[in-house]
C-alpha cells in the first residue's frame, strides 16, 4: 500500500453501511390519546439502527467525510469519548471498513455497552466517574494531542458539523416524508445536539411554523444516559439561537414514568432518554396542540443490566 493512501472507497462505505437510518415511525395513541389532547405523536425508532442507537447515523456521516478528507489513512485508529451509543456506533462501523477505534467513557457505563463495544473489536479506556462525560473527552484529547494526527483521526462528536449534517439530510427527511410533513411540534433533548439542531433546522426550512422544543433534565443529577446537563451547542452552520422555539423541563421520575409506559403500554424496549422525550412532550400539550414528533433515541436491552430496569 502507498504511503498516505486511503484504502478507503467512498461508495463502499455508503454501501456496506446502507442498513444505517431509513427507521420506522409510530403512532404512540396509547400514551397520548388524541381523543382527549387532542394532539398526536409520533416516534422515530431509532433503536432499529443496526448499532442500536441514533449515534449510527453521525458517526458514519463523521467517518465517510474523514476518508474522503483523507484524515483517516491506512493506519489511522478513530479516537474519541463516548457514553456508549457514538462509541458502539464507531466501533460497529469500525469492524465494517477495518478500521481501529479506541474509546474513552466512564467506568460506570452500562456493562452491556462494555461487552458491546468490545465484541466489535474496540479499545475500550474506562475514566473516572466521578470525572463525568468531561474526564473522558479530556482524557482522549490527550492522547489524540500525544499521538498526533498521523495516528488518529478524533471525531469530536461535539464540535464535528457532520453531526447534525446526518440527521439534516436523513432523519429529518425521513420524518418528512413519514408524516406527510404533517408536524407542528419536534420535539427532543440534548447531547451533543446533533440531532435538535440537524432536524430542527431542516424541519423549519420545510415550514417556518414548525417549533423545535428542547427537552431539558431539571437537575444535574437526572442520571439519563445520552444527555448532558451543561450542554454547549457548538457546529458550524447551525445556529442554535434560530432553530431552538422553547424549552421543556423534565424531571427523573416522571420520564421514569413514560419510560414504564413506553415498554409496557406500546410494546417498544427503548431506553431512558426515549422515556424523557416522550414525558417532555406530555408535558408540553398541557402548552401547545398539533402533531408532535420526537424519536426514541436507542433500544432498551443495553440498558438490562442497570438500575432502569431493574424494579421495572
Ligand atoms: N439519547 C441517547 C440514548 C443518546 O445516546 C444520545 C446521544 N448522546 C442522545 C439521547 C442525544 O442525542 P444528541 O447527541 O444528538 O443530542
Same mark, same amino acid.
Given at each position: 500500500?502507498?504511503?498516505?493512501?486511503?484504502? =478507503?472507497?467512498?461508495?463502499?462505505?455508503?454501501?456496506?453501511?446502507?442498513?444505517?437510518?431509513?427507521?420506522?415511525?409510530?403512532?404512540?395513541?396509547?400514551?397520548?390519546?388524541?381523543?382527549?389532547?387532542?394532539?398526536?405523536?409520533?416516534?422515530?425508532?431509532?433503536?432499529?439502527?443496526?448499532?442500536?442507537?441514533?449515534?449510527?447515523?453521525?458517526?458514519?456521516?463523521?467517518?465517510?467525510?474523514?476518508?474522503?478528507?483523507?484524515?483517516?489513512?491506512?493506519?489511522?485508529?478513530?479516537?474519541?469519548?463516548?457514553?456508549?451509543?457514538?462509541?458502539?456506533?464507531?466501533?460497529?462501523?469500525?469492524?465494517?471498513?477495518?478500521?481501529?477505534?479506541? *474509546?474513552?467513557?466512564?467506568?460506570?457505563?452500562?456493562?452491556?455497552?462494555?461487552? *458491546?463495544?468490545?465484541?466489535?473489536?474496540?479499545?475500550?479506556?474506562?475514566? @473516572?466517574?466521578?470525572?463525568?462525560?468531561?474526564?473522558?473527552?479530556?482524557?482522549?484529547?490527550?492522547? &489524540?494531542?500525544?499521538?498526533?494526527?498521523?495516528?488518529?483521526?478524533? @471525531?469530536?462528536?461535539?464540535?464535528?458539523?457532520?453531526?447534525?449534517?446526518?440527521?439534516?439530510?436523513?432523519?429529518?427527511?425521513?420524518?418528512?416524508?413519514?408524516?406527510?410533513?404533517?408536524?407542528?411540534?419536534?420535539?427532543?433533548?440534548?447531547?451533543?445536539?446533533?440531532?435538535?439542531?440537524?432536524?430542527?433546522?431542516?424541519?423549519?426550512?420545510?415550514?417556518?411554523? *414548525?417549533?423545535?422544543?428542547?427537552?431539558?433534565?431539571?437537575?444535574?443529577?437526572?442520571? *439519563?444516559?445520552?444527555?448532558?446537563?451543561? &450542554?454547549?451547542?457548538?457546529?458550524?452552520?447551525?445556529?442554535?439561537?434560530?432553530?431552538?422555539?422553547?424549552?421543556?423541563?423534565?424531571?427523573?421520575?416522571?420520564?421514569?414514568?413514560?419510560?414504564?409506559?413506553?415498554?409496557?403500554?406500546?410494546?417498544?424496549?427503548?431506553?431512558?432518554?426515549?422515556?424523557?422525550?416522550?414525558?417532555?412532550?406530555?408535558?408540553?400539550?398541557?402548552?401547545?396542540?398539533?402533531? =408532535?414528533?420526537?424519536?426514541? @433515541?436507542?433500544?432498551?436491552?443495553?440498558?438490562?443490566?442497570?438500575?432502569? =430496569?431493574?424494579? =421495572?
Amino acid at each position: 500500500m502507498e504511503k498516505n493512501k486511503t484504502s =478507503f472507497n467512498i461508495s463502499d462505505i455508503f454501501n456496506s453501511a446502507s442498513n444505517i437510518g431509513g427507521t420506522g415511525i409510530v403512532l404512540l395513541n396509547k400514551i397520548i390519546k388524541t381523543s382527549s389532547h387532542g394532539s398526536k405523536l409520533y416516534a422515530k425508532l431509532e433503536g432499529l439502527n443496526p448499532g442500536g442507537s441514533v449515534k449510527d447515523r453521525p458517526a458514519l456521516y463523521m467517518i465517510k467525510n474523514a476518508v474522503e478528507k483523507g484524515l483517516i489513512k491506512e493506519n489511522t485508529s478513530i479516537i474519541d469519548s463516548s457514553s456508549g451509543n457514538t462509541g458502539i456506533s464507531y466501533a460497529m462501523i469500525g469492524a465494517l471498513l477495518g478500521i481501529k477505534v479506541k *474509546i474513552y467513557a466512564p467506568s460506570n457505563m452500562s456493562e452491556e455497552r462494555k461487552k *458491546i463495544m468490545r465484541l466489535y473489536g474496540a479499545e475500550l479506556v474506562l475514566t @473516572p466517574p466521578e470525572e463525568s462525560h468531561d474526564g473522558a473527552i479530556k482524557r482522549a484529547s490527550e492522547e &489524540y494531542e500525544r499521538g498526533g494526527k498521523d495516528k488518529y483521526y478524533m @471525531p469530536d462528536q461535539y464540535n464535528n458539523t457532520y453531526n447534525p449534517i446526518s440527521h439534516y439530510e436523513t432523519t429529518a427527511v425521513e420524518i418528512l416524508k413519514q408524516t406527510g410533513g404533517n408536524i407542528d411540534y419536534f420535539a427532543t433533548g440534548i447531547g451533543t445536539g446533533g440531532t435538535i439542531l440537524g432536524v430542527g433546522k431542516r424541519l423549519k426550512e420545510y415550514n417556518d411554523k *414548525i417549533k423545535i422544543i428542547a427537552v431539558v433534565p431539571d437537575s444535574e443529577m437526572h442520571g *439519563i444516559e445520552g444527555w448532558k446537563y451543561n &450542554y454547549s451547542l457548538n457546529f458550524y452552520g447551525f445556529d442554535a439561537d434560530k432553530i431552538i422555539d422553547d424549552f421543556v423541563k423534565v424531571d427523573t421520575e416522571g420520564s421514569y414514568a413514560a419510560l414504564k409506559k413506553l415498554v409496557k403500554d406500546e410494546g417498544i424496549l427503548c431506553g431512558f432518554s426515549s422515556g424523557a422525550n416522550v414525558y417532555g412532550i406530555l408535558k408540553l400539550t398541557a402548552k401547545y396542540k398539533g402533531n =408532535f414528533v420526537t424519536v426514541l @433515541p436507542d433500544t432498551g436491552s443495553r440498558y438490562l443490566s442497570t438500575r432502569v =430496569f431493574s424494579e =421495572f
